[in-house]
């Protein structure tokens, strides 16, 4: 078996790990010119890609990117190669977050954690709760596993409405107004598109319970941020807990701040340190899949922008 020429690109602190990644996979490392796959190492120089993809030509013919969201590349994926991307590396750490902002909000840990006084009592049970997930991926795969304890009633709303193990109720897009009425937690986990922009507005957050929470972990832009302000303003839901905001970073001085029951983490659900091994993993595995001309895992779709 000849092993497959590789370059890891650009220069940073990932490219150490991503290169081993690669060696461990029985890869080759050279330069791009000479490459016929690519990983990515720099998730935050989206703009450099098209570059480096020139320069390896026609004769590129696979790219691996470093994250589950696409949407900084879009501009640079064709379909002249394969690419493929972080779909369900980071499921474990994020749904682990998660049970956290859900537990914190459920339990009023962030009113508590900021009283300078004995607070009254508050909070509701996440035993046998109702939770509705936008989004049909390994993170949602993931909530379910680690929310099982508790003996939820999961609802999943998806693009396609295939079956997901330990979900009930599998819906299609348009039946996301019902699953919205009927949830004590919505969870965002989906892929950021056209369709999924704005995909919770004001209509959407009227349909939620007085006593229902929002967990964002996808993409800030999901949510219209101005008709969340006014909802929570209001005392229309629970709450929401955000790991992700638009904008992003959330500005200081911005009203969400000072919203007492909006829990906010500064996209962290997945943080280099817990996320950089398991990239590594997921290289060297299909690095060994595409020397062995098997399919790879994470593939990308051009058409759908995930």
């Not at 936008?134 to 099982?148: C, K, N, Q, Y």
Request: glycine share 10%; with cysteine; aromatic share 6%.
């Amino acid at each position: 078996m000849t092993s497959p020429r590789i370059a890891v690109e650009p220069a940073g602190s990932r490219l150490d790990a991503l290169t081993e990644a690669v060696l461990a996979g029985g890869g080759d490392i050279v330069p791009v010119e000479d490459a016929e796959a690519l990983v990515w190492a720099d998730p935050g120089s989206p703009e450099l890609l098209p570059g480096v993809v020139a320069r390896g030509r026609s004769n590129l013919r696979w790219v691996q990117l470093p994250y589950a969201g696409v949407e900084p590349y879009l501009d640079v994926i064709d379909d002249e190669r394969l690419w493929t991307c972080g779909k369900g590396v980071y499921a474990t750490p994020v749904a682990e977050h998660v049970l956290a902002l859900t537990l914190a909000g459920f339990r009023g840990l962030n009113r508590y954690a900021c009283a300078s006084h004995w607070d009254r009592p508050r909070g509701q049970n996440l035993f046998g709760a109702r939770v509705t997930i936008l989004g049909g991926g390994e993170i949602t795969s993931e909530v379910v596993r680690v929310f099982a304890p508790f003996g939820c009633h999961f609802t999943v709303v998806r693009r396609n409405p295939e079956p997901i193990s330990g979900v009930t109720n599998v819906l299609g897009s348009e039946h996301l107004h019902d699953a919205l009425s009927e949830a004590d937690l919505v969870v965002l986990a989906l892929a950021l598109t056209p369709e999924t922009t704005g995909i919770i507005g004001r209509e959407e957050l009227a349909l939620l319970g007085t006593d229902t929470w929002i967990v964002n972990v996808a993409r800030g832009r999901h949510i219209v941020t101005d008709d969340l302000v006014a909802a929570l303003q209001a005392g229309q839901l629970g709450g929401a807990a955000l790991d992700v905001t638009d904008p992003e970073p959330l500005p200081e001085g911005h009203p969400l701040w000072d919203i007492e029951n909006c829990l906010i983490t500064p996209h962290v659900a997945n943080t280099p340190e817990m996320g950089l091994p398991l990239l590594a993993a997921r290289v060297t595995e299909n690095v060994r899949r595409y020397a062995a001309g098997q399919e790879l895992i994470g593939p990308v779709d051009p058409e759908a922008g995930y």
